[in-house]
């Protein structure tokens, strides 16, 4: 009975991080093929106010159903201020993050926002105190280093690269470092549903980007360009939203029940994910050095999952030792089911 409540968990965390691996996929496919349109890359903060809008309708949406099925009133739990940050926060990383795709090809792009990893630690000791097992430590400097390691092949490879894009995206890390640990803390703090977040998040990260896009004209712009690749821009910016709208659920999740740096994990598995699958979708160069680099950054990814699940890792391989011991003790010896499974308990308790 005791088990019950760790495999239940267990089988919680699989199936959510299997839907962040697929629906963020699928959300990498269409970002690329976006921004692959001629004359639409070049408004990124555009294109991220119209995602924050649609995703900001279908979180109130969200939001209303489950507050008519648990019959709740609509009204936030937490100040204003708070919704305002997390909202500020994603719509810099967001757009951040899409303009240095106009300068940074995506596997680039996608290696770069992958080293967060750093930066979510730094903000989990900043904002909320933490402390990290050593373990921890080694785990996200090989990744970091996995990480850079793929940069560097890719720098070599393709010739896009340029400072402006670079610093686009070192500011969508550093936005994006704050808003996973504070999006953590304050669902913990006022213990708010995630629909709440999302909904009050989204809606004012849009109107902030309404009224930045409108102060610098390229909202007009922008419209013309959308309009003018219509209708199949307007179908891959409704799918991306969609599938944005799934992801950020996920993770939000996938933070409250494991934290930000199992989130950020997860996450950055995916970027490896979802770069393979970039290389297979859209024709790029390859060397086998990303191979590599991708082991090293696998290596850091297991340790830090061995990290955080220490007890139960060391029981199951107990169990894996002594069930291939008894597997060639056995014909030697005549054991009783019994003994069996008093040897297994005792190997657990070791």
Not at 32 to 58: D, K, S
Not at 276 to 304: D, M, Q, R
């Amino acid at each position: 009975m005791g088990k019950t409540p760790c495999v239940a968990s267990t089988f919680q965390f699989v199936f959510t991080a299997g839907g962040v691996f697929v629906v963020y996929a699928g959300y990498a496919v269409v970002q690329e093929w976006i921004f692959r349109i001629p004359n639409i890359r070049e408004y990124g903060a555009f294109l991220t106010m119209v995602e924050f809008t649609i995703r900001a309708l279908l979180c109130w949406l969200q939001f209303w159903l489950q507050s008519t099925l648990n019959k709740r009133r609509v009204q936030p739990t937490a100040p204003f201020r708070c919704y305002i940050l997390v909202g500020f926060t994603s719509a810099a990383t967001m757009v951040f993050s899409n303009c240095s795709l106009f300068y940074l090809n995506y596997p680039t792009q996608m290696m770069f926002k992958s080293c967060k990893l750093i930066p979510v630690m730094i903000g989990g000791i900043l904002i909320q105190s933490k402390r990290y097992h050593k373990l921890e430590y080694i785990s996200v400097f090989c990744m970091t280093l996995g990480l850079i390691w793929f940069t560097k092949v890719d720098k070599t490879l393709n010739t896009q690269f340029n400072l402006i894009g670079i610093l686009y995206i070192c500011s969508a890390l550093v936005f994006d470092a704050f808003l996973g640990n504070f999006q953590e803390k304050i669902l913990k703090q006022y213990r708010m549903t995630q629909a709440e977040l999302t909904t009050y998040s989204y809606s004012f990260g849009a109107w902030a980007l309404f009224v930045i896009v409108s102060a610098d004209g390229s909202i007009i712009q922008g419209y013309r360009a959308l309009r003018g690749a219509a209708p199949l821009s307007l179908e891959l910016i409704l799918g991306l939203s969609v599938l944005g709208f799934l992801g950020i659920n996920l993770v939000l999740l996938l933070i409250r029940r494991n934290g930000a740096l199992v989130s950020v994990t997860v996450t950055t598995l995916r970027k490896v994910i979802s770069t393979v699958i970039s290389f297979l979708t859209f024709a790029k160069p390859f060397s086998i050095e990303y191979l590599y680099a991708g082991i090293v950054l696998l290596s850091g990814v297991s340790l830090n999952i061995y990290s955080k699940n220490t007890k139960h890792c060391n029981s199951f391989l107990w169990v894996l030792f002594s069930r291939t011991c008894l597997k060639y003790i056995k014909p030697c010896f005549k054991f009783k089911k019994e003994d069996l499974s008093k040897f297994e308990e005792s190997m657990l308790k070791v």
